[in-house]
């Protein structure tokens, strides 16, 4: 395949879950794409298993929260701790986990218990179109037309656009010469351990913290049935007897199926594009571990560039509207990196019960606004704790939920494009007009991907 030429709309580089969701949205909005992945498959080691309301939002757009709620584990339990699972208490965080959801009042959607990434991206690419594994993009020069690559199989492509969704160590920011800023590294080393055990626990849960002294960590669901991870700082090398400790059961078999190592990480990427290289995902923010706030961060950012990307290409917008991505995800990537910095030296402002005073004196923000409540524009948010007093369909916000008919919400009736939602009748405009009975909001104008984009008169 030497010298041998292709052409595409837009180039991914990284087949993760985010360069996944990204060509998923592309193609949504009828972009041609091409997906390279140096990875020989997709990743059986799942590195989250968080997906945020937010998220579950963007996947409802695209038809596909179906298909990833059956992807899903159903969980009774959230996070419990014991000092092996077989003793865990599991009261409280099924106490807890109706009360989270019972609040969700300000999204549409729900997702019935944990999803890993793995199980994620298995969903994600039966939409992806064009996904190559096993090729990576060694290469690229930019002109005023677009992006020509040279991929490590010795194939040139020719792509209007190139998006870098290759991870914390992406090849195309070192091309770029894209520094970062960020504390960096962040605490001990993490060994995360993929394996296969049938285990009963008593209800279904998401993860349990482990206090045995001779396998301390955390115990995290994968599939609910054979598969877990098992993530420690402890300096031994993983064993099935260390596992069968946490577990509590010294008769339980276990297979360890793949050991990751890595440590935390705090940096963004000081610019997010250059001419007509993007960057996503982790290419463009490393975010520690705890509030999950990583790969939704990432999935937001694939969210704001697709149907930005999908105008120019249309000829329906001028290229300045690419230059709102950085403007517009650099802001929320930095408050995402401060937040999680925040939960990494103080867990418990996450964790915690009733610490909104905690978080105040601190300057951390509760974990639904930081996934859903931020805007674009700078403005100061109503509330650091309510989710749904941030989404007051000010400018820059995302368009408050409402019900509208049995299983529609407002947000569905975007429909990915720009509209309009209001309750008055006599508005006229060039674009769809969604009247809502007793919608209080007044007359907005809202954008493709459901974020408010003025008062409309």
Known sequence: MNGHTVSTDV??????????????????????TLVVEAKPDLSPHPRATGIGSRSMEILREVGLEPAVNEAAVDLRAGKIRGRTLAD???????????????EMTYTPARIRGTCAQNRLDRVLITRAGDV????????????????????????VVRARYLVAADGVRSRVREILGVGVTGPGVMGRETTSVLFDAELQPRKPFA???????????????????????????????????????????????????????????????DRLSVGRVFLVGDAAHAIPPLGAFGLNTGIADAHNLAWKLAHVLRGDAGPELLETYHAERHPVALMTMEQARLRFNDPSLHWGKDM??????????????????????????????????????????????????????TLDLVESRWCIVTADLDVEADVPVHLVDGWPYGTLLVRPDGFVSSSYS
Not at 228 to 254: K, M, N, Q, Y
Not at 365 to 384: C, D, F, K, M
Request: net charge negative.
């Open 132 to 155: 190559e594994f096993g090729v990576a993009l060694d290469t690229f020069e930019q002109d005023s037309d677009g992006v020509t690559a040279t991929l490590s199989d010795g194939r």
């Open 207 to 269: 993860m349990c913290n482990i206090d045995h002294p001779d396998a301390t960590g955390l115990l995290v669901t994968v599939d609910g049935d054979r598969e877990w991870v098992f993530l420690t700082h402890l300096d031994t090398e993983p064993t099935p007897d260390l596992l069968r400790t946490a577990l509590g059961d010294p008769s339980i078999e276990v297979e360890i199926r793949s050991v990751l190592r890595f440590r935390g990480r705090g940096q963004v990427a």
């Open 88 to 102: 865990a208490d599991f009261a409280d965080a099924a106490e807890w986990k109706a009360k989270v959801v019972a």
């Open 356 to 409: 909104a005073e905690a978080r105040k004196a601190v300057g951390a923000i509760n974990a639904p606004v930081v996934h859903t409540g931020y805007r674009y524009g700078g403005a100061e948010l109503p509330s650091t704790e309510d989710v749904a007093l941030a989404l007051d369909g000010s400018p820059g916000s995302r368009l408050p939920h409402l019900w509208v008919a049995d299983g529609v919400s």
């Open 11 to 32: 180039l991914i580089a990284g087949g993760g879950s985010v360069g996944l969701m990204l060509a998923v949205l592309l193609r949504h909005h009828g972009v041609e």
